[in-house]
C-alpha cells in the first residue's frame, strides 16, 4: 500500500503516525523549550516508535481484515450462484426427458452467466487452477449439451438425463471447492475439475 492509499484508507492511523514522526524530528532538532535528561530523552523515543510500529500494524490489520471480508463476500456469492446454475439446469433435465419435450432455457442460461461472472470476480480475489477449469467446463460443449435436442429413444434419453445430471452436480461441487479455496486465508490450489472427468454430448 502506497502512502497515498494508507492516507486516504485510514487517515485517523496516518495522522497519528505523521503527528509522531513530526514530534521526533522536533525533538531531535532541539525545538523542545526545555531539553529532557538522556533518560528521559530515551524512553519518549521508544513511545514515539511504539506509536508509529502500531499505526502501521493497525494500517496492516485493516488491509487484512478487508481482504478477509472480500474473500468471505466472493466465496459466499459463488456458492449461491453454483447452487443456483445445478438447480436450473437440472429443472431443464427433468423437462427435456419426457418425449417430444421442449423447455424455456433462458433461466439455465442466466444463470450460467451469473455463475461465469462470480467465477470471474472470486478469481480476481484469488484465482485457481480449478477455477480456471470450472469457467471453461460451463462455457463448453458439455454445458451447452444440457439443454441441446435429446434422443428420441426412451432409453437413450434416460442415459442422457443421468449424465447430465452427474455431470451438473460435479460443476456444482467444484464451485463449492473453489468458493473454499477463495475464503481460505492462504493460497491454495485445487485438483484437476471433477466435472471434467464427466463426458456429457460429446
Known amino acids: 500500500m502506497s502512502f497515498e492509499d494508507w492516507r486516504r484508507t485510514y487517515p485517523r492511523d496516518f495522522?497519528?503516525?505523521?503527528?509522531?514522526?513530526?514530534?521526533?524530528?522536533?525533538?531531535?532538532?532541539?525545538?523542545?523549550?526545555?531539553?529532557?535528561?538522556?533518560?528521559?530523552?530515551?524512553?519518549?523515543?521508544?513511545?514515539?516508535?511504539?506509536?508509529?510500529v502500531g499505526a502501521f500494524l493497525t494500517m496492516l490489520g485493516g488491509e487484512w481484515k478487508s481482504r478477509r471480508?472480500?474473500?468471505?463476500?466472493?466465496?459466499?456469492?459463488?456458492?449461491?450462484?453454483?447452487?443456483?446454475?445445478?438447480?436450473?439446469?437440472?429443472?431443464?433435465?427433468?423437462a427435456l426427458a419426457a418425449p417430444m419435450a421442449e423447455a424455456d432455457d433462458s433461466l439455465y442460461?442466466?444463470?450460467?452467466?451469473?455463475?461465469?461472472?462470480?467465477?470471474?470476480?472470486?478469481?480476481?480475489?484469488?484465482?485457481?487452477?480449478?477455477?480456471?477449469?470450472?469457467l471453461e467446463e460451463i462455457l463448453s460443449i458439455k454445458a451447452?449439451?444440457?439443454?441441446?435436442?435429446?434422443?428420441?429413444?426412451?432409453?437413450?434419453?434416460?442415459?442422457?438425463?443421468?449424465?447430465?445430471?452427474?455431470?451438473?452436480?460435479a460443476v456444482e461441487i467444484d464451485a463449492m471447492r473453489v468458493a473454499a479455496a477463495v475464503q481460505r486465508p492462504w493460497p491454495w490450489y485445487g485438483p484437476q475439475s471433477t466435472a471434467r472427468a464427466m463426458q456429457l454430448g460429446a
Open 144 to 169: 451447452t449439451a444440457v439443454v441441446a435436442r435429446w434422443p428420441d429413444d426412451a432409453a437413450a434419453r434416460r442415459a442422457r438425463q443421468q449424465e447430465a445430471a452427474q455431470w451438473l452436480t
Open 109 to 134: 442460461y442466466a444463470a450460467r452467466d451469473e455463475l461465469a461472472s462470480k467465477l470471474h470476480e472470486a478469481a480476481a480475489v484469488r484465482g485457481s487452477v480449478l477455477g480456471t477449469t470450472l
Open 69 to 94: 471480508d472480500r474473500q468471505v463476500q466472493a466465496a459466499q456469492a459463488l456458492r449461491s450462484a453454483a447452487a443456483a446454475y445445478a438447480r436450473e439446469g437440472k429443472a431443464m433435465v427433468r
Open 15 to 52: 495522522d497519528r503516525a505523521c503527528d509522531a514522526l513530526i514530534a521526533a524530528n522536533r525533538l531531535e532538532s532541539g525545538t523542545s523549550l526545555a531539553k529532557p535528561p538522556t533518560g528521559t530523552n530515551a524512553n519518549l523515543w521508544t513511545i514515539l516508535i511504539s506509536a508509529v
